[in-house]
């Protein structure tokens, strides 16, 4: 005889209809098996593979399009020198690009370099941005974890995107092995100034509750340590002059003593999303307006 639980959830599973656009519509108790069939649909819906690299993709999404990136300005003066930082490549990349941050004299620095930003707390609504022309992609690379307002990147995307305009989220990955590991240890070794961890439930709820869908999901592949010879040899040379780069933290429990962070993550299959598919570094997410009207 089969468990009254697993019953019920086959039974909301046969009878669920893909018509809805929140789960309460179905559902008045968010642990009901009718509201988890929604939302685990949805989240089958978003699925996609590993990609290689967030930046890569982010870049290739903005390419000939009008973008507004949200928290634009880097930690430090000497990283926006760099040309892997992704506002620099987006704005290259992009038809057009506005930048909009909190900090006042990193967005100063950004116009000495000749960038087109807006020092702007979007907490307080689109502000100058009200008259802007509808935008194709909003940014928020690498943000949400540091933002008290959950609400602003969702209300922002409602207020500016065009119809058919994306907001697209990079942020930690929850499920990434050596997170997961360093959490369960109680390590200290993440950027001090996060605050949360987004995970695709928790992105595709706030999405429908702006009137907004989640439509693409991923991580990042974890990455393989070459085997070619010069990269072995190079390697070994940075690990017997100690300088090889480590991701460290501090104990919280037990002898107070740093401690090296992770170690090499499983790989996805190569035949399709299986087990193991979200082990990489970094969550990236596709938000879009839904079809229907709000």
Not at 229 to 255: D, F, I, N, V
Request: hydrophobic content about 40%; overall charge positive.
């Amino acid at each position: 005889m089969k468990n009254v639980v697993f019953k019920s959830f086959s039974q909301a599973l046969a009878e669920a209809e893909a018509v809805p656009r929140r789960w309460s519509e179905v559902a008045e108790d968010p642990n009901d098996p009718r509201a988890l069939v929604w939302r685990a649909r949805t989240l089958r819906a978003a699925w996609r593979e590993p990609i290689p690299d967030r930046s890569e993709f982010v870049v290739a999404r903005c390419a000939g399009r009008r973008v507004l990136d949200i928290g634009c300005v880097a930690h430090d003066v000497e990283r926006m020198k760099s040309p892997q930082w992704l506002h620099s490549r987006v704005a290259v990349a992009a038809s057009s690009c506005v930048g909009v941050d909190v900090l006042p004299e990193g967005v100063a620095q950004m116009r000495k370099a000749g960038y087109d930003v807006i020092a702007h707390d979007l907490t307080r609504g689109p502000g100058p941005l009200a008259n802007a022309d509808p935008f194709d992609v909003i940014v928020a690379g690498e943000l949400i974890e540091h933002v008290p307002s959950l609400d602003m990147l969702f209300t922002a995307a409602c207020d500016l995107l065009a119809p058919d305009g994306e907001l697209i989220i990079t942020t930690p990955n929850p499920w990434a092995p050596h997170r997961v590991a360093a959490g369960q240890r109680g390590d200290c070794w993440e950027n001090v100034d996060h605050i949360l961890f987004a995970f695709p439930s928790g992105i595709a709820e706030l999405a429908e509750r702006h009137g907004l869908v989640l439509r693409e999901a991923m991580t990042t592949r974890p990455e393989a340590p070459s085997r070619r010879p010069m990269e072995l040899a190079r390697r070994l040379r940075r690990r017997l002059r100690g300088t090889a780069w480590m991701q460290m933290g501090y104990r919280t429990r037990g002898t107070e003593v740093p401690v090296r962070i992770g170690g090499s993550a499983p790989r996805p299959s190569s035949r399709g999303l299986r087990h193991g598919a979200f082990v990489g570094e970094t969550f990236v997410y596709v938000v879009r307006r839904t079809a229907v009207p709000t």
